[in-house]
């Protein structure tokens, strides 16, 4: 247990480093990574399970306590996020595809890699997990809703079926994970060191067979996509900010809202252009690229919030 947890805490410091390294793979020997495509909402369901085994309820009860920044931060996540995709997309014009691909990741909820970067941070760890979760349970309402509100006129985009996906895929992992750990704490236990190595893993391989499928059109279009991404993070992690300092949010409070209104569950995003818009094939990039990015983007920004800790003495 000793050795996993030098693995996992190596695994935190590094993700970005890692998923880019392995997306760079994934693009310069596709092979490697094509064959787990098909399999994309298995992986991201199984990083979902994980999540659920993780969670302790007991963490949720000083926050629940104290509720304005919760609600605030999903509400940002379900306006501020989405409509940044939109006015991107349309900014820049975007082909259908890739406003899809945008949009999608704009209105999928918070991801769990905004809880590891949150600790990071030093920010508020139990405020983060709770955000995660709230909007990961809205998700499968809120993101075929959205998604079909925002992309609807492009492309078309089947409700029901999103949200049946969405509930399939992220909902009851993420649930059957809870009550597993509720039920045999004393088995799960042993399992949960293991989570940080499964999510990564799966994180890896979403985005290693995303880039593999489609490395000619990622060298077409890649670095407008990737234009897009940083502008996309980069504007919610700034909002999510703003917002937390307008609600008279301490630092570790306000670094949680700003990084889980910034970082999205991206392989959800994957998931679904993978399995509803498979006649929009370029509508998975975004989601792939945002991944990779917001990694990378959020180390950088907790190592920026740490050096700005100014918490002495401070409620």
């Known amino acids: 247990m000793v050795f996993l947890r030098k693995i996992n805490a190596l695994l935190v410091?590094?993700?970005?480093?890692?998923?880019?390294?392995?997306?760079?793979?994934?693009?310069?020997?596709?092979?490697?990574?094509?064959?787990?495509?098909?399999?994309?909402?298995?992986?991201?369901?199984?990083?979902?399970?994980?999540?659920?085994?993780?969670?302790?309820?007991?963490?949720?009860?000083?926050?629940?306590?104290?509720?304005?920044?919760?609600?605030?931060?999903?509400?940002?996540q379900f306006t501020m996020m989405p409509l940044l995709a939109w006015g991107l997309s349309s900014l820049f014009s975007l082909p259908a595809d890739l406003a899809l691909g945008v949009i999608l990741v704009g209105c999928a909820p918070g991801g769990t890699a905004s809880n590891v970067i949150t600790y990071l941070a030093r920010g508020d760890v139990a405020l983060s997990v709770a955000m995660t979760v709230?909007?990961?349970?809205?998700?499968?309402?809120?993101?075929?809703?959205?998604?079909?509100?925002?992309?609807?006129?492009?492309v078309d985009v089947s409700f029901w079926a999103m949200v049946f996906s969405v509930l399939k895929i992220v909902l009851v992992p993420v649930v059957a994970g809870l009550v597993l750990r509720r039920v045999s704490w004393g088995v799960v236990r042993g399992v949960t060191d293991f989570c940080p190595i499964v999510s990564v893993m799966g994180i890896i391989l979403i985005v290693g067979g995303i880039i593999a499928v489609n490395a000619e059109k990622i060298a077409e279009s890649g670095l407008l996509v990737?234009?897009?991404?940083?502008?996309?993070?980069?504007?919610?992690l700034l909002l999510g900010l703003l917002l937390a300092a307008a609600l008279g949010m301490n630092y570790a409070g306000s670094t949680a809202v700003s990084i889980e209104v910034g970082m999205q569950n991206s392989g959800l995003a994957v998931a679904l252009a993978t399995v509803h818009f498979a006649a929009n094939p370029m509508a998975t990039l975004p989601g792939a690229l945002f991944s990779a990015w917001q990694n990378i983007s959020?180390?950088?920004?907790?190592?920026?919030?740490?050096?700005?800790?100014?918490?002495?003495?401070?409620?």
């Open 226 to 236: 990737l234009l897009l991404v940083f502008l996309h993070n980069g504007a919610g």
């Open 298 to 315: 959020g180390s950088l920004f907790a190592g920026w919030r740490r050096k700005g800790d100014r918490r002495v003495g401070e409620a």
């Open 13 to 76: 410091r590094w993700i970005g480093l890692i998923i880019l390294a392995c997306s760079a793979v994934a693009y310069l020997f596709p092979s490697l990574f094509a064959w787990t495509v098909p399999h994309t909402s298995a992986f991201l369901a199984v990083i979902m399970f994980g999540m659920g085994l993780t969670i302790e309820t007991g963490a949720f009860r000083t926050v629940l306590t104290h509720p304005k920044a919760l609600f605030a931060g999903c509400a940002a």
């Open 134 to 154: 709230c909007s990961t349970l809205m998700a499968p309402v809120a993101t075929p809703l959205l998604v079909y509100l925002l992309a609807g006129s492009r």
